[in-house]
């Protein structure tokens, strides 16, 4: 697959004014405590049920990592399409809502590896949701997938981290990997973030080396509670990577 990745008119060319915002994991971990979770879609991601065969690709019983999960529905969807789900997701918050609301009886237990966490497993045993911080999961011998599925992880994850971050996710990819990835692009002058905006060329230049980059898609996201962002568009766009 080549790199198709075209110059548009998305683009903002004040790239660096984001780089230094930090949120910590308790940040991240009050927005749950205080409701501040406008981020989950409660219906499910309209971009990947477009797109969800040309992911898939018609195969079985793949290995799929949700990163930075929260409660995302489409856990459900693809463990019920026999898939085994695996995400990472630093509230316990979120984690125990998917479960509940999803109807799903689990089991939760200590990681013996690594300080604090645990995982959380479905009774049928195809997810497996750890609740730590995602840079720790390593430790955890979690094993490669064969799909990643990134909605609101890479434009979460602290600017300042992006790097540590691609190099985890690639280190995770199995041969033969489709890793779907949702961004965005606002202006970025006008909101600090999260969730951040992440430039076609800084995309590029974190997996473009490894990875082959199609973009499938770019859509209007622009909501009503945007306007409280001060902006005034923003736009997801949808990355298919594949090996090179």
Same mark, same amino acid.
């Given at each position: 697959m080549n790199d198709t990745m075209p110059l548009d008119m998305t683009e903002h060319p004040d790239t660096e004014v984001q780089k230094n915002r930090v949120l910590s994991l308790e940040e +991240?971990?009050?927005k749950w405590v205080t409701r501040? @979770?406008? *981020?989950h879609q409660e219906h499910g991601h309209k971009l990947l049920k477009k797109h969800l065969d040309t992911f898939l690709r018609g195969q079985n019983g793949l290995r799929v990592f949700f990163p930075l999960c929260g409660k995302a529905v489409e856990?459900? +969807?693809?463990?019920d399409r026999g898939h085994t789900v695996v995400g990472v997701e630093i509230s316990? @918050?979120?984690?125990?809502e998917f479960f509940s609301e999803q109807n799903? =009886?689990?089991t939760e237990e200590p990681l013996t590896e690594i300080a604090g966490a645990k995982v959380f497993k479905s009774s049928s045993g195809n997810i =497996?949701?750890?609740?730590?911080? @995602?840079?720790d999961l390593p430790r955890a011998n979690i094993g490669k997938f064969d799909r990643i599925w990134d909605r609101g992880a890479l434009v979460a994850i602290n600017p300042g981290d992006r790097d540590r971050y691609?190099? *985890?996710?690639? =280190?995770t990819l199995r041969k033969g990997f489709h890793y779907l990835v949702a961004v965005l692009s606002y202006d970025p002058t006008k909101y600090a973030g999260p969730p951040f905006y992440v430039s076609d060329a800084e995309f590029k230049r974190l997996f473009g080396t490894k990875c082959s980059i199609c973009c499938l898609e770019e859509a209007d996201a622009f909501e009503e509670r945007h306007k409280a962002w001060g902006?005034?568009?923003i736009f997801e766009k949808l990355y298919l990577l594949t090996e090179k």
């Open positions: +991240w971990q009050d501040q @979770i406008a *981020f856990m459900k +969807w693809f463990a316990e @918050i979120g984690i125990r799903l =009886s689990y =497996s949701l750890y609740c730590c911080n @995602i840079f691609a190099d *985890f996710i690639l =280190s902006i005034d568009y």
